[in-house]
């Protein structure tokens, strides 16, 4: 049993380091003194309730788990900085997977007491909580002091490369570099931070090397599944989804129990990192013993089909929902939007992106993550600003009917301005540093996160989100059908034609959703040029759009944004002449209900 019959997905991203984190007086790379972090606490009711207001129902609160940082606490010792990338470290270097992060708690002693506390408040809200599950790999210094017992490594035979019930896959004496020790390309030459692995691991991203780049997951050391990934994609060896606990190597029967304490705790779910580097034998035991135990758990996958890595012939992202996962990433959606400012794509090129599969309406769909660039950058997306963020979305979370994303701070317009540390000015908000967000200081000013401190820009960018998420609850959207309305409108002069241009829908891109249960009809117009407003648009909707659903003799046409009616237009001029719209703005979507 899925999760996939419920409402339908609206996810909030957060990372907890600096969701909450007001400090303005940091430095690139500083410490969490020097540049403040965000905790459990600031998560409080007033921001849970203006996200649920906003029309959010799930909060995906990335970074939780204890993984590898450069900041000590009692009991618990700074990993070598050699080890982590940046001052904070990465939230998908795990130290410990029983644990929490004790950087968000305010006492650090109690973080786990903190961050259940925090689960109680999200449920308290109806708000379902997700958390990061990262299979594939773990930090280099990885040792759960929670449960000691269930560490990885423990039991493990290091005299070879593979075992099927070693946990880690170790470097032999003829691997590339040299032989040991494993030497990472951080460790300084004078010694002071030092680090020799003399039982060398395989690297996070499968690189078999005694001598990780800079490039690689070096701080991190791959987890086997019970398959030697360098003897091809193959799994077919592996377990079934009914086999016993004692019959699945050992990896699996501590992935197993992870999952299970997560639960215990009330997490309602895992987006899963990097899914596809994962035998689906796996996923599928797993998957369904973690909805024996409660029946609606959420997964998603991050997954790309075109990684080298991916254990599937199959197309990954159909794969590993037949595997039982809700939702996966869509990639290439996100990738074919982004080449409109890029790369010269046009909008009529999203057709070929539009499909009947399941997949098409069980992707999870996003502007910004935390691995993305910032819609707001100067220097991407064609340096338009925010309001590139209007036209990207909508079209985005109005095409089908899986989840829908927001990263924190895309609403407020987030640029990620010059360099936060490790990774450098890379148009993206640090995961690896103490680091804040400007874009939404107003906004939390205090640990008020009142709407009405936020003025400009901004604030009308996060009206308008908030206005977006509320419409795909909507019928049409949650459940309804889709066509792509382009194909029809090439040849018609007035559908956004620009001067020079021989064809139509270069910027402008149209669809109808259609929910024959509820009789509702939107018609979506989405304008993505960046400057230029299209005036005496015309656009044809043919018969075969309604599918089913009667025709009726006219149809009035609100537009669900501003509540504004567009007037009133025929069945035949729908269908023949086009429906006429005076003007649709620049960077905007304009989403008319036909009401009969």
């Known amino acids: 049993m899925n999760a996939s019959h419920e409402a339908r997905p609206r996810i909030y ?4 380091r600096t969701f909450g984190n007001e400090c303005q007086s940091g430095r690139p790379g500083g410490s969490r003194e020097e540049n403040g972090c965000g905790k459990f606490v600031d998560i409080n009711a007033a921001a849970l309730r203006s996200l649920k207001a906003m029309g959010f129902t799930h909060l995906w609160l990335t970074g939780v788990l204890e993984h590898a940082s450069t900041t000590a606490y009692p009991h618990r010792p700074a990993d070598q900085a050699c080890l982590v990338k940046g001052r904070a470290g990465s939230p998908y270097a795990i130290r410990d997977y029983f644990d929490v992060c004790p950087d968000y708690a305010e006492n650090p002693e109690n973080r786990l007491e903190e961050f259940v506390a925090l689960l109680q408040r999200c449920h308290d809200f109806g708000l379902r909580v997700l958390i990061d599950f990262v299979p ?6 990885y040792s759960s002091d929670v449960k000691p017992e269930s560490t990885f490594g423990l039991g493990d035979d290091p005299r070879h490369f593979f075992l099927r019930d070693n946990h880690f896959y170790y470097l032999q004496g003829d691997h590339p570099g040299g032989g040991p020790p494993l030497r990472l390309p951080l460790a ?3 010694g002071s931070c030092h680090y020799e692995e003399w039982l060398g691991r395989v690297s996070g991203n499968n690189v078999v090397h005694w001598q990780p780049s800079v490039n690689d997951w070096y701080e991190t ?3 086997n599944y019970g398959h030697d990934f360098t003897q091809g994609r193959d799994t077919s060896h592996l377990p079934g989804p009914q086999a016993s606990h004692s019959e699945v190597p050992k990896t699996w029967r501590i992935m197993d129990e992870i999952i299970a304490y997560w639960q215990d705790l009330g997490v309602d779910g895992f987006r899963a990192d990097m899914a596809h580097m994962i035998p689906l ?8 013993r973690s909805r024996k135990r409660k029946p609606f758990t959420y997964w998603m996958a991050e997954a790309y089909d075109n990684d080298p890595a991916k254990l599937s012939e199959q ?3 159909d794969a590993l929902l037949e595997s039982g996962f809700d939702a996966v990433y869509d990639d290439p959606m996100y990738d074919l939007l982004m080449a409109l400012y890029d790369e010269g794509k046009w909008c009529n090129d999203i057709d070929h992106f539009l499909f009947t599969g399941e997949r098409f309406h069980r992707s999870l769909r996003y502007g910004e993550n935390h691995d993305e660039v910032r819609l707001a950058h100067p220097r991407e997306w064609g340096g338009h600003g925010m309001a590139v963020g209007r036209p990207v979305c909508a079209t985005l979370f109005a095409l089908g009917r899986g989840p829908i994303m927001i990263y924190h701070g895309q609403e407020f317009g987030e640029q990620a301005l010059g360099a936060s540390g490790f990774a450098g000015d890379n148009a993206r908000t640090t995961i690896f540093d103490y680091a804040s967000l400007p874009s939404m200081r107003e906004w939390i000013a205090g640990k008020t996160y009142d709407d009405r401190k936020v003025t400009g820009a901004p604030r009308a960018l996060r009206d308008w989100y908030g206005r977006l998420l509320h419409l795909m609850a909507e019928p049409a959207f949650e459940r309804g059908e889709l066509y792509g309305l382009n194909y029809a409108n090439r040849d018609q002069p007035h559908f956004g034609r620009l001067d020079g241009e021989t064809v139509s829908g270069h910027w402008l891109y149209a669809f109808l959703r259609r929910d024959p249960a509820s009789g509702q009809k939107f018609l979506c117009l989405v304008n993505f040029h960046p400057h230029q407003s299209m005036s005496d648009v015309r656009v044809c909707v043919p018969r075969e759009a309604f599918g089913e659903m009667p025709w009726a003799q006219s149809y009035e ?3 669900r944004f501003t509540d504004a009616s567009h007037g009133v237009t025929s069945a035949e001029e729908l269908s023949e002449q086009g429906m006429f719209v005076s003007s649709i703005p620049a960077m905007s979507a304009v989403f008319l209900e036909l009401v009969e």
């Open 557 to 559: 046409m609100i537009d």
């Open 221 to 223: 050391v791959k987890l």
């Open 315 to 317: 197309h990954i992202m």
């Open 188 to 190: 300084s030459q004078d």
């Open 13 to 16: 991203q957060l990372l907890v």
């Open 136 to 141: 594939n790999h773990v930090a280099r210094s």
């Open 281 to 288: 034998e796996f996923w599928r035991w797993m998957i369904q």
